[in-house]
């Protein structure tokens, strides 16, 4: 379970002389196995909130728990270990350009010391789920935006992990692209085994959605949470 | 407990060194520098101790007489008394005929060095060579005595080694300070310019090191080339330095040994004799330095 409790993160804007507040006082509960869509503008949070949940980031203020553990307070050598629990889908892929689908997938398993017996056995199953085994073997300058997006998802569902973090998935995709990764992304975590979460800012988009979770932010606050809502009414 | 592979992270410490390409040859050049000065103090600091030792070694005083030659009798006289004075174990008398033929022996291979001497014009002089035992103080009051006109007025000069041991001891603290502050500063720009590679390298894979710490690496994962590629930096350093000073060291024996001025009087240590604590010290210095440049960059750029 995920829980953000009074979060606020500030940061001091080196340059103006200001501080900026990202998150204010962000209330939050997600459990095991949701699939959640957190909206909201440029600048409303949505990237801090996911830099905190990977613990890159710490709460200037509150607290925030998964499964129990402080991130505030977990102790350095442990925070890999942490991470090694979320996968994690960027906007702008972050494939390494000189390594092959296959190898950028393999990456991920290599730097959790993982042995070559099982990088051999697992990648080609995690390519072949998201139905890019037959660009294996090529570059990522070489492959569409939608199949570098497959990879980029198939590199953060290699090492099974409970949390997938999706950061702006579609951006970069056409329309009919985009519909289909936001159908892959629901679909995994369509058993409850697995916790998603997609950030964006295509409301649009999500809106072929509606029955799931949707969490809106504004300026660094939650104006509108559907779980919640569902709850009030 | 993750178990990473050696052979992969090996791999990727050298591709890391061969794709920063000029910043790791000026990594080298510098610290092959820093190592072949450092290395040459040593080896000078290393004969002068040597030569040192073997002087200390001969408690010997050289009086020379006077250029006005003596009767027979009175140079036999003379090294009756010397042999008398207390703490002296042995009186060699030299005359001037021997020492030409002494140094004709000497220099045998360059004799037109000596051919135009002879009886008339011999520049030697008769020579006592006076072996004493006893402590520093017993060798300071023969100096003082033999040194004193009045009861050796036949002698012109006494030499003694310890003066000369001493000068070439101060020669070698000097040689020794100048060596360690060029080795503080020349290990200290090492370290920068280190530290400056590994920064840079850092700065050119921060992407893909942003990447591992979300997967998960561990600090130790992402840190490994960037220090493996130093060490690099240092074996290879080590290695060149090594080979320039062998053919450095060589080139100075045989320039000294081939000098007649020279040749017999300083002893040199063959670097057949000291190469493995040359190589010890390049290596250490390589591995100390790299180590501490890439720490230094490793614990301020690079946050888990």
Same mark, same amino acid.
């Given at each position: 379970m995920i829980e953000f409790k009074h979060v606020t993160k500030t940061y001091r804007s080196?340059?103006?002389d200001t501080t900026v507040i990202a998150l204010n006082d962000v209330n939050l509960k997600i459990d095991d196995g949701e699939v959640v869509f957190i909206v909201g503008e440029n600048g409303s949070g949505k990237t801090t909130l996911m830099r905190l949940l990977t613990r890159m980031e710490v709460p200037t203020s509150g607290t925030l728990l998964v499964d129990g553990v402080d991130l505030k307070k977990i102790r350095k050598r442990k925070i890999p270990d942490y991470r090694c629990k979320i996968g994690m889908d960027f906007q702008d892929y972050r494939l390494f350009p000189k390594f092959t689908v296959y190898e950028n997938v393999a990456f991920a398993m290599r730097v959790l010391g993982k042995s070559s017996k099982n990088i051999r056995r697992t990648v080609p199953l995690v390519l072949s789920m998201l139905d890019i085994s037959a660009r294996a073997?090529?570059? =990522? =300058?070489?492959?569409?935006g939608g199949e570098q997006q497959r990879t980029a998802l198939a590199r953060a569902l290699v090492n099974n992990p409970k949390i997938l973090i999706a950061d702006e998935p579609t951006a970069n995709l056409s329309p009919a692209m985009s519909r289909e990764v936001m159908d892959l992304l629901v679909s995994l975590g369509e058993n409850g085994k697995r916790t998603v979460l997609v950030i964006t800012h295509d409301v649009k988009l999500i809106s072929n959605y509606a029955h799931k979770r949707i969490i809106k932010l504004e300026r660094g606050r939650i104006v509108s949470d559907t779980a919640t809502e569902g709850e009030e009414g | 407990m993750r178990r990473y592979s050696l052979s992969y992270l090996m791999s990727r410490s050298f591709k890391g060194f061969s794709r920063n390409g000029l910043m790791s040859l000026a990594s080298v050049l510098i610290l092959t520098s820093c190592m072949l000065i450092s290395g040459s103090f040593g080896l000078i600091i290393y004969n002068l101790y040597v030569n040192l030792h073997s002087l200390n070694e001969l408690n010997e005083i050289v009086c020379m007489c006077n250029y006005d030659k003596l009767p027979d009798e009175q140079y036999a006289e003379l090294q009756t008394r010397l042999t008398e004075l &207390?703490?002296?174990?042995s009186v060699e008398f030299t005359s001037r005929e021997e020492a030409l033929q002494l140094m004709r022996e000497k220099y045998a291979q360059h004799p037109q060095l000596l051919d135009h001497f002879n009886e008339e014009n011999n520049p030697f002089f008769e020579v006592y060579t006076i072996t004493y035992s006893g402590s520093d103080q017993d060798a300071t009051n023969l100096l003082f005595t033999l040194r004193n006109k009045n009861e050796f &007025?036949?002698?012109r000069t006494v030499s003694d080694r310890i003066e000369t041991a001493n000068t070439l001891e101060k020669l070698k603290n000097t040689i020794l300070w100048i060596f360690g502050g060029f080795m503080i500063v020349l290990v200290f720009i090492s370290i920068v310019i280190i530290m400056n590679t590994v920064r840079m390298a850092i700065a050119a894979r921060r992407e893909e090191i942003e990447i591992m710490r979300y997967i998960g690496a561990t600090g130790w994962f992402i840190s490994f080339p960037f220090m493996m590629e130093s060490f690099i930096t240092g074996l290879i350093s080590a290695v060149i330095a090594f080979g320039l000073q062998f053919l450095t060291y060589d080139y100075m024996i045989r320039l000294l040994t081939s000098d007649a001025s020279t040749a017999g009087i300083i002893t040199i240590i063959p670097f057949s004799q000291v190469w493995y604590w040359v190589a010890l010290g390049f290596v250490v210095l390589g591995f100390i330095t790299s180590y501490i440049g890439a720490k230094i960059s490793l614990s301020k750029y690079i946050k888990v």
């Open positions: 080196a340059t103006r073997d090529h570059f =990522p =300058p070489e492959i569409s | &207390p703490n002296v174990d &007025p036949e002698f």
